[in-house]
């Protein structure tokens, strides 16, 4: 059954908020590249909530390390590709327990990475950060960082950002697996040998003759014939 992306919400939605919700929802939902899905994500989740920056870190296939998918705000280039543990800073904690949670101050945080703010040379002080959870899987976290008309996030903004997790989780998921599926199918393209010429009849030996007489010039060949008799074999031949 579909997830209910209210299910886990109570806040009341005005409509201007809700509106941008649905946009960004579309926007997600209608790529299928996961480099597109990820940042009409962060991009969305940022607006959204007024923040000064917003991330998707998502698991690895292995399962030990959060790999950050796609950010923006300052500093966010150098953060793309970024790889933590997978038990490590507060989208850690948020894999281990599958809880969103709101961090108002970093400075006492235990769990907090530093690393990252060295990287993109800013300094975080307020964070949301939510679970992506698909089928009961969390399969990633967003963030988002430091709002930019207030000193710290509220349950509200929490609770948006759940609302949001959960409208888009599924294209995430989605996306990641097609990514995967293409990777593997380009793998195995690559990796197969190429089709050769199978037969020693005389009018076989005759065309690859003409094909190894030709391959070297600069001419023009014009291969014909029905389906299936070999015309791409034959092109490959010739190149």
Not at 47 to 74: K, N
Not at 203 to 208: D, V
Request: hydrophobic content about 40%; charged content about 25%; cysteine-free.
């Amino acid at each position: 059954m579909p997830t209910d992306p209210f299910a886990d919400t109570a806040t009341p939605v005005d409509r201007k908020t809700l509106l941008a919700l649905v946009e960004a929802s579309h926007a997600v939902n209608a790529g299928l590249e996961l480099a597109e899905v990820f940042n009409h994500l962060v991009r969305s989740a940022a607006d959204v909530l007024q923040a000064q920056g917003a991330s998707v870190l998502m698991l690895s296939e292995s399962g030990d390390e959060l790999i950050f998918r796609a950010a923006v705000g300052p500093g966010s280039k150098a953060l793309v590709g970024t790889r933590i543990g997978a038990d490590q800073g507060i989208a850690g904690q948020v894999i281990k327990t599958g809880r969103a949670t709101r961090i108002d101050d970093t400075a006492i945080n235990r769990n907090f990475l530093p690393d990252v703010d060295r990287k993109t040379k800013t300094r975080t002080q307020s964070l949301l950060a939510v679970p992506l959870t698909h089928s009961n899987e969390t399969v990633g976290v967003v963030e988002v960082v430091n709002p930019k008309n207030k000193k710290q996030f509220t349950d509200r903004d929490l609770d948006l950002l759940k609302l949001f997790a959960n409208l888009t989780a599924s294209a995430a998921r989605n996306a990641q697996a097609l990514d995967r599926l293409s990777r593997e199918n380009r793998s195995l393209r690559e990796s197969a040998p190429p089709p050769t010429v199978v037969g020693n009849s005389p009018a076989i030996r005759a065309s690859l003759r003409l094909a190894r007489k030709v391959a070297p010039t600069r001419t023009s060949v014009l291969l014909t014939g029905q389906t299936g008799t070999g015309k791409e074999v034959m092109a490959r031949a010739v190149h």
